[in-house]
């Protein structure tokens, strides 16, 4: 990223050397010219990189959801924020914690890393839940659980 932001900050100043639409004193006044004009295709060019190589993390979350489920389907948009909301509530919990920007408590913790499991259950397709349910029966019955 830093280099792309080098390259653009190199552009601009050429601009702003260059185009007779600016001056020191006054700021972008003039003319729409030639260097004005090759800047702002730099900086289009910017950030259609930023989308395609640096898009957000509502961006790479959702993204992830539709990879993760094999059915390929794309979520109703309420649903894909409501699925968000809730990961970057749990994912800025751990970081926090992680960062020693918060201090829980062992309880605390010890519900949050419930709420991280049921998240990531919530994502199996097939949800394994009834077999796993249907497992431990047969185990109990058979007296090797």
Known sequence: MKDEVFKLRGAFAKAKRNSAGYSESGGWTGPFDGHLYRF???LNDFFD????????????????????????????????DRRYRAWREIRDFFQHTSHHRAYPGFDEFRRRIGELEVFLASMLVPRTFDDLDAIDALLRESGDA
Not at 59 to 77: E, I, M, N, W, Y
């Open 49 to 80: 990189w930023v989308d395609s190589d640096r898009p957000s993390r509502r961006s790479q979350f959702q993204r992830t959801l539709v990879h993760l489920d094999p059915s390929g389907r794309v979520l109703a948009k309420p649903l894909r």
């Open 40 to 42: 702002l295709k730099k």
